[in-house]
């Protein structure tokens, strides 16, 4: 299973399916990377609204994407965790720390929005 | 509503059937949907742990029954015949790592669920079990 | 007592199990009529028509005489849980699921006695061989019907749980949960559950947890504190802590929390003003905002 990543000016947004296994995450982390490279992206935002499970492997592989991004000047926001997943992932001590989080979709391009006007000013 | 699932694992696209039938058995259960994603989430860690180290293995997920009370609860068996751990106490202090690529999970699934066993013997396997009974009304 | 799914039988009385049932499917129209009767003069059932009784009773008493053949329970305890499923939102109690299953269990013995009456040896043994099947059925029917009763209860008190929230939204994107008194840990994951979806649906950014009045926090329920806030952030939504006393600070401290990254403030007052201004408010304190009127 493909995640569909979509461009949006200097954004990228993909949108994660709930039934996705470990091999089709290690796909959409390389493709995603492609994606940064090539369009040059200033921000990602990845939506896993759909995820009703974000288990260490998951939680990992984001992370990993946020780094990877920031190293090539890009910032990942991750949004759309829901309530219950929140609450299990830290129980395992998964906080996504230091990666940026938002509500949902329209929350983080927000954030991207005004940071880029902010190093613009 | 099955009493008793087996789901046999060595793919990764089983790690997924086996959390969306603990799921769906919880919630035929009776568990809230907050207690429904902390099995999933634990059976997701066990499931991986099995595909990752043993390559083969199976997950039994059973309702069962407390002792003494006809409190009701899940039950899930994580077994594979995979090289087994040479210390498994060792195994459940060291803990997860929040990025690290160590972390067998055993600690994960053991927080989520309400008892834990594990029995594993180096070159024979490894079974864990877990529980998660529902609340006292 | 883990329920085991068969019940272990010698070879002789499976023969005598196998002369039972095949009595019970022969005489099947008259014996489920006698049953049907009973149930009326007990007066059970009653939210049910009679059409709905006759029909419910025959799945029933083949399903009871299914069970005593195969000497297996599984299917007559997922048909317990389905026949409950259907008939608690009619109104039918334990009592009446009880009742009506020890009824069909002495309309078969008593038709046993009828039947054997001319041969006490065998009538022994046969009923040797009923009875422990029969009172497994009941328990199973009894057990399944509580059971679904219980997760119809569960479900019910969960939409309470989430209907009375002591979480409060006091501005456009600004939480307040003021928590008062002994918090154990039940409760204090009930607090979190419902704090996250009040994020969720208010879309709050900014929540401001009141612990001013809760005396002291054992570990466990610090540790739940500190989940609050780290769950909160996976949310996107800032939480500020006041009223933390230093005894609770102590608690956290010895926990590994470092207080220097929570987001605390003294008291509510000077919490919710913080989160104004993170929120975007402009914060005027009343004298200045009189005088330029």
Known sequence: MEVPILKQGEVLIATIQAALTDNDLRTFRSALLDHVVRSRSRG????????????????????????????????????????????????????????????????GLAYLNRKAKNLRS | ????????????????????????????????????????TAISELARNIVRYAQHGEILLKVIEAKNSSRGGLMVVARDEGPGILNTQQALEDGYSTSGSLGLGLPGAKRLMDEFEISSAVGKGTTVTVKKWLKSL | MQTRDRLSVDASTAELLRELVAHLRQNRTQLREEWAQRITEAQLLTAMTKEEVFAEATSVYDNYVEALSTGTFEALQAYARNLSERIIPRGVETHEVVGIVLLLRDVLARSLFGKYRDNFDKLNRILDAYEPAANRIANTVAVGFVQERERIIRQQQEAIRELSTPVLQVRERLLILPIIGVIDSQRARQLTEQLLRGIRTTRAKVVVIDITGVAAMDATVANHLVQTVEASRLLGATVIVTGLSPEIAQTLVNIGVDLGKMNTVGDLQGGIEQAERLLGYKVIPVVELSATT
Do not use: C, Y
Not at chain 1, 64 to 83: D, H, N, S
Not at chain 2, 6 to 35: H, T
């Open chain 1, 44 to 107: 990602i935002v990845i939506d896993v609204t759909a995820l009703d499970v974000l288990d260490s492997f998951g939680t990992r592989t984001l992370s990993e994407i946020a780094l990877m991004t920031r190293l090539r000047g890009a910032e990942t926001i991750i949004v759309g965790v829901q309530p219950e997943v929140a609450f299990a992932m830290v129980q395992l001590g998964l906080t996504l720390e230091g990666v940026t989080t938002a509500l949902d979709l329209e929350e």
């Open chain 2, 1 to 40: 509503m099955f009493d008793e699932v087996i789901v046999p694992i060595s793919s990764d696209l089983d790690i997924v059937a086996a959390r969306q039938n603990a799921r769906s058995m919880a919630a035929k259960l009776g568990f809230a949907p907050i207690d429904q994603t902390l099995i999933a």
